[in-house]
């Protein structure tokens, strides 16, 4: 086997684990969707006045810092908000998780009669961020 297909075996669980995902949940009346461009993340409630929509979840094993992994779990919170209609999102929680494991191996054996027998195998360890927040519904000229 080449080197490349061996590097691709240890790169795939990579590749497909490292990503974000997310959830939402609607506790109100939902809103057509909107651009994610349109939603605002608040780290506290704001001071004026706004109509919750729902809860949204998100986590993110992608990126090499927390605080990487905080901003595309984030972004997904204001992807999952647009879904519903929210042009707001309160963070409520931000988590770091422990690392979550995912290991692949390979192995070939031969025959008895003085068989070839190879393996590879690779571990991945990523740690994840979790995010959740209440998805709102305010009117932007009223904060301006």
């Given amino acids: 086997m080449s ?14 684990f490292g990503c ?6 609607v506790t109100g009346q939902q809103l057509p969707e909107i651009e994610v461009e349109e939603v605002t993340v ?9 109509t919750v929509i729902g809860t949204v979840k998100a986590s993110s094993d992608s ?4 605080d990487s992994r905080k901003a595309k ?11 519903i209609g929210a042009n707001g999102v309160i963070l409520d929680e931000v988590t770091q998780l422990s690392f979550r494991r995912l290991g692949t191996g ?16 690779s ?3 990523f740690p994840t961020t979790e995010a959740k927040g209440t998805a709102i519904s305010y009117d932007v000229l009223m904060t301006e």
């Fill in 63 to 66: 990126g090499f810092t927390e």
């Fill in 42 to 50: 608040f780290e506290e409630a704001p001071a004026f006045d706004y």
């Fill in 106 to 121: 390979i192995g070939l054996s031969g025959s008895s009669n003085g068989g070839i027998g190879t393996s590879i195998g």
């Fill in 123 to 125: 571990s991945f360890s």
């Fill in 20 to 25: 974000s995902s997310g959830s939402h949940v």
């Fill in 3 to 16: 080197a490349i297909k061996y590097l691709s075996v240890l790169a795939l669980p990579a590749l497909l």
């Fill in 73 to 83: 779990a984030t972004e997904e919170l204001k992807e999952q908000a647009a879904k």
